[in-house]
């Protein structure tokens, strides 16, 4: 059985799990402070970022579980969503309404991606 590898560890969570050629993260804005749309904008790009450092990248992104607090925003999501996801090599996904951690967050994404 293979032991998972652990990306910045912390006393309760991992920035990213790898197991065989699947890695799991998650990944919410790092600035919370800013407009809807450039959260987005920056937690696409810390998802290229994250799948960069795995060895993957957009185009294997096996499924994406969304959480948006507010329902609004979800057409300004999805257009910046549409035009970041390859043509052909869009992954499983849900999208949700829950509250997240902090209030300023207007998303946060579940993500397993694999890993050639």
Same mark, same amino acid.
């Given at each position: 059985? $293979? =032991?998972?590898? %652990?990306?910045?560890? =912390?006393?309760?969570?991992?920035?990213?799990?790898?197991?065989?050629?699947?890695?799991?993260?998650? !990944?919410?804005? +790092?600035?919370?402070?800013?407009?809807? !749309?450039?959260?987005?904008? @920056? #937690?696409?790009?810390?998802?290229?970022? %994250? *799948? $960069? @450092? #795995?060895? =993957?990248? %957009?185009?294997?992104?096996?499924?994406?579980? &969304?959480? #948006?607090?507010?329902?609004?925003?979800?057409?300004?999501?999805?257009?910046?969503? +549409?035009?970041? &996801?390859?043509?052909?090599?869009?992954?499983? %996904?849900? *999208?949700?309404?829950?509250?997240?951690?902090?209030?300023?967050?207007?998303? !946060?994404?579940? &993500? =397993?991606?694999?890993?050639?």
């Amino acid at each position: 059985m $293979e =032991t998972p590898k %652990r990306y910045g560890v =912390t006393k309760r969570w991992s920035d990213a799990v790898v197991v065989g050629n699947m890695a799991y993260f998650v !990944e919410v804005p +790092d600035n919370a402070e800013l407009a809807p !749309e450039d959260q987005f904008k @920056m #937690l696409f790009a810390q998802v290229d970022k %994250r *799948c $960069e @450092m #795995l060895g =993957t990248n %957009r185009k294997n992104l096996v499924q994406v579980l &969304i959480y #948006l607090p507010y329902p609004e925003d979800l057409g300004a999501f999805n257009a910046q969503w +549409d035009a970041w &996801i390859p043509d052909g090599f869009a992954p499983s %996904r849900a *999208c949700s309404h829950p509250a997240l951690a902090a209030p300023g967050y207007r998303a !946060e994404l579940v &993500i =397993t991606a694999f890993v050639p």
